[in-house]
């Protein structure tokens, strides 16, 4: 399987306990920036050390920007969380692109998951470099176009009381934001 942007690593220690040691998680982090300074975080470095850890031998960590994606072939599961809004905001990225890339990674049936902040409906991409969100009806309708049929769409984490106009940064939305997790297939 395939993880997207993992972060601080908290899905793929989980992700590398589920696929066990026979299965096999590969943990795509995008570079430092060129313009960061010289004591920035180093965005790959948490799963870095994860991968490092003997415990998770099952991970890899592949470096790389999201412009040029190239991920392992015949794979399971794609998976990104709270990062696709992010993708909208990359420099020269058509994240249509990036949607063929994960189509072509995965094995025929296999299943892309995105879990992200949800954005106003009828929005699309305009809160996506603001308050870090986005519609989920525009990120289908993205997702879609690249092949993929949409199977499933779960509410597990949602919060209707969320009115979809703060930054989920914000001290009074951290941990409450209205989420919505979308699970894609691509088809046999």
């Not at 099952?58 to 998976?79: E, I």
């Not at 703060?166 to 699970?183: C, E, N, S, W, Y």
């Amino acid at each position: 399987m395939v993880e997207l942007v993992p972060g601080s690593g908290y899905f793929t220690r989980l992700l590398s306990s589920i696929v066990g040691p026979k299965g096999k998680v590969y943990a795509v982090a995008p570079p430092r920036r060129p313009q960061a300074a010289a004591d920035s975080p180093d965005p790959a470095a948490p799963v870095q050390a994860i991968a490092a850890d003997p415990h998770y031998g099952n991970v890899t960590v592949s470096v790389q920007r999201f412009t040029q994606l190239a991920l392992p072939q015949g794979v399971d599961l794609v998976w990104t969380s709270q990062n696709y809004h992010d993708f909208h905001n990359v420099p020269d990225l058509q994240v249509v692109d990036l949607d063929r890339a994960v189509f072509k990674a995965l094995k025929p049936g296999g299943v892309y998951l995105v879990l992200d902040h949800a954005a106003e409906a009828g929005s699309g991409f305009r809160d996506t470099s603001t308050l870090h969100r986005i519609d989920p009806e525009a990120v289908k309708k993205e997702v879609i176009s690249a092949g993929f049929k949409l199977e499933a769409r779960s509410a597990l984490l949602g919060n209707t009381g969320d009115p979809h106009t703060a930054k989920v940064f914000d001290p009074a939305m951290r941990g409450h934001t209205d989420q919505f997790i979308l699970k894609f297939r691509k088809p046999k």
